[in-house]
């Protein structure tokens, strides 16, 4: 699991905690089914079976792999719409094409983010580039979706390009965790990541026997979600490990320890520690449209298939998936309730 590495972690700013002050304990701890998204690339959804009022403000998560591709397996997502949310997409280990009907877009590899902002509405693939999709190899990483307040839902699309270099890194106290801050702010040290919600997210690997206490927003929620490894989280010490997330009641601190006994085929804990300020608005959600009410949503499908949300770049050099809308079911090389694995009935809290 490369992302971003470090010769000598004893250089990084280091990430002293309070042992006075209140850590966060564990509200609860969900394990993550395993699907396909797409075309067919494995996934878990990591927030599947967690209230939404618990996640606030975010919406979904799904851990992408990790697989290793023959030649000819690896996949992507055909065209399709998005409105009312921000897309994170972070890849640990592989290669993926983002483009959109905006203009923006590119490549991403080991330890890089692409991060869409939506808003009033886009069109946007994701995929393999050619040549891995020839020769196979690694594939690992995460997509989060960023909800938006009702104020932001509306706004002009946009495109974030984040380098892996570009990372705030960190250490832990005791020097045996790695942590890259992606956005928001850890101790004062703050990730490349514009964020119109406010978050934090980090993606730390901690070695067996580590332990990481990361100072939070007391006004945040917490989550965080074990890409691999075992551990316990809190200072309960609750046990967690590969494809289960915790959620965290209030405090002052986020505390993560790694067990001395690792997984054979990685030596190190990964978790994804992420929170933000909750919106606190009502939420509707259906296939890829996150608004506030059942009418918003009906109308973002209404206002897709008349085109509103744009259309395919005519100088798509790849378009051999192009978009159909069936008049039932406003397909694109399927339904759109199975682009990204979302609900096959409206959510509404």
């Known amino acids: 699991m490369p992302a971003v590495t470090v010769k000598d972690i004893t250089l990084l700013p280091r990430v002293v905690g309070d042992p006075s002050a209140p850590s966060r304990r564990v509200k609860s701890i969900t394990t993550a089914p395993q699907g396909h998204e797409g075309e067919g690339f494995p996934v878990r959804r990591a927030f599947a079976g967690v209230d939404l009022a618990d996640l606030d403000p975010f919406i979904h998560l799904d851990q992408m792999g990790e697989v290793e591709y023959a030649p000819g397996e690896p996949k992507g997502t055909p065209w399709h719409p998005h409105r009312g949310f921000e897309t994170v997409t972070y ?53 989060l979706w960023v909800n938006l307040p009702a104020a932001k839902k509306w706004s002009p699309p946009a495109y974030q390009d984040l380098r892996a270099s570009d990372v705030a890194l960190l250490s832990s106290s005791d020097g045996g965790a790695l942590m890259r801050v992606i956005a928001g702010e850890v101790a004062g040290h703050k990730g490349p ?3 119109q919600t406010p978050i934090t997210l980090v993606h730390a690997t901690l070695q067996p026997g580590a332990e990481l206490r990361i100072p939070w927003n007391p006004s945040y929620n917490a989550l965080a979600y074990v890409l691999n490894g075992f551990g316990t989280v809190g200072d309960e010490k609750s046990a967690i490990k590969t494809g289960q997330l915790v959620t965290y009641r209030d405090g002052d601190q986020i505390v993560i320890t790694a067990d001395l006994n690792q997984e054979s085929r990685s030596p190190t804990m990964d978790v994804l520690i992420l929170g933000g300020l909750p919106i606190k608005e ?36 790849k378009a051999k998936r192009p978009m159909q809308r069936d008049g039932i079911g406003y397909k694109l090389s399927g339904d759109l309730k199975g682009v990204h694995g979302t609900p096959e009935e409206l959510q509404e809290r």
């Open 193 to 195: 990541g514009s964020t």
């Open 91 to 143: 890849i640990i280990d592989g290669i993926f094409d983002h483009y959109d009907n905006h203009g923006g877009g590119g490549t991403i590899s080991n330890g890089d983010t692409q991060w869409m902002t939506a808003g009033a509405g886009i069109l946007h693939i994701e995929t393999p580039p050619e040549h891995l999709v020839m020769s196979g190899g690694l594939f690992h990483g995460f997509q």
């Open 282 to 317: 009502p939420v509707a959600w259906m296939g890829p449209f996150v608004m506030n009410t059942k009418t918003e949503v009906l109308k973002a499908f209404d206002d897709f298939q008349k085109g509103v949300l744009g259309v395919v770049p005519p100088d798509w050099s």
